[in-house]
């Protein structure tokens, strides 16, 4: 079955620190890859999106994510966090001919002063 | 543009009820998806309305069912409601296979 992994449920960096969350998704032809955030109680945000073309992809608020489609990852990057970033990342996956999006099950930013 | 917006935000419901939850999509979109988030997890397809019709589902027993209306709006009815139903009901809409934009969510409570 499709499905996304996100293994860290947890993560805490120091304010300033580089952050990088892995996501991994099982095998699947021509995927379009998303990361949403999401504050506590609310909806999600998108932050990026790949559907193809250059691997290398920014979003707001300073991230950034790589596609590697070798390694069936697409890992979401910020050089330099900020107090505001705690939050719950999700990533997800929709598969050529498909019209739903497949989620992770987030991984939780918290962020030290 | 107000965006997606849900109602209600919040409501309590009791074992074996019905429930309505309503969605407006993004202005131009045509498409609309539900989610359920269970708490602590990531959000599960339920499925998708586009042209009124039921486009995809989800692995979702038929209590769960949806209408899409003529102005791209969109009802979740929920029938017979169980306590395992409790989460957070996300609306997305989207133009198509476009990046889907979410709504705030429902909070429902099944005591």
């Known amino acids: 079955a499709q499905s996304v992994t996100q293994p860290d449920i947890h993560i805490t960096v120091s304010e300033g620190a580089s952050l990088e969350l892995r996501c991994n998704y099982s095998y699947g032809a021509t995927p379009y890859l998303f990361w949403y955030v999401q504050s506590p109680g609310q909806g999600l945000q998108l932050l990026l999106k790949?559907?193809?073309?250059?691997?290398l992809v920014q979003g707001i608020k300073g991230f950034e994510a790589e596609f590697k489609r070798s390694q069936s990852s697409f890992n979401l990057r910020k050089p330099s966090v900020h107090w505001s970033d705690a939050a719950e990342y999700f990533c997800a996956v929709a598969f050529d001919g498909s019209y739903k999006l497949i989620f992770g099950s987030g991984t939780r930013l918290l962020v030290r002063p | 543009d107000a965006g997606v917006t849900q109602s209600p935000t919040h409501l309590i419901k009791t074992r074996g009820q019905q429930v309505t939850l309503r969605c407006s999509p993004k202005s131009g979109h045509d498409t609309v998806s539900w989610y359920q988030q269970a708490l602590g997890q990531g959000p599960q397809f339920i499925f998708q309305y586009y042209e009124e019709e039921e486009r995809q589902r989800g692995n979702f027993p038929d209590r769960f069912s949806g209408h899409q209306f003529p102005n791209y709006s969109s009802e979740l009815n929920v029938n017979a409601l169980l306590l395992g139903d409790s989460a957070l009901y996300l609306c997305?809409?989207?133009?198509?296979?476009?990046?889907?934009?979410f709504g705030q969510g429902t909070r429902l409570t099944v005591v």
């Open positions: 997305a809409s989207s133009l198509t296979t476009g990046e889907a934009f």
């Open positions: 790949y559907f193809s073309g250059d691997t």
